[in-house]
């Protein structure tokens, strides 16, 4: 049987959630599911706010047993370089 439809909380259209997703309250498309993950995010920040730091400390305290990693991920992974080059200025720019 099919799923019933249901208004995505997002922009309101009509659709079918997925039937492994009990609670879906976004439709397929780019910009809702972009919104609902920033949503979910901010909630998890809030829910968690020390968890950022946490992580981060332990990824410096590992980067520290493994000083080369960064580098040769980087050389190969020039992708990843210009994302993560743009997400630092950024980031300098917001202050
Ligand atoms: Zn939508």
Known sequence: ???PQK???????????DPRTA??????????????HARACQSWRIR?????????GKTRA???TYPDYWRHYRT?????VRRDNRRRQ???RAG
């Open 1 to 3: 049987m099919r799923s």
């Open 7 to 17: 208004r995505c909380f997002y922009c309101g259209r009509w659709f079918r959630p």
């Open 23 to 36: 609670a879906q309250k976004a439709c397929g498309g780019a910009e809702c599911r972009r919104m609902r």
């Open 48 to 56: 968690f706010p020390k968890d950022d730091e946490a992580r981060r």
């Open 62 to 64: 590992w980067a520290k």
């Open 76 to 80: 190969g992974h020039p992708s990843y």
């Open 90 to 92: 950024r980031r300098r």
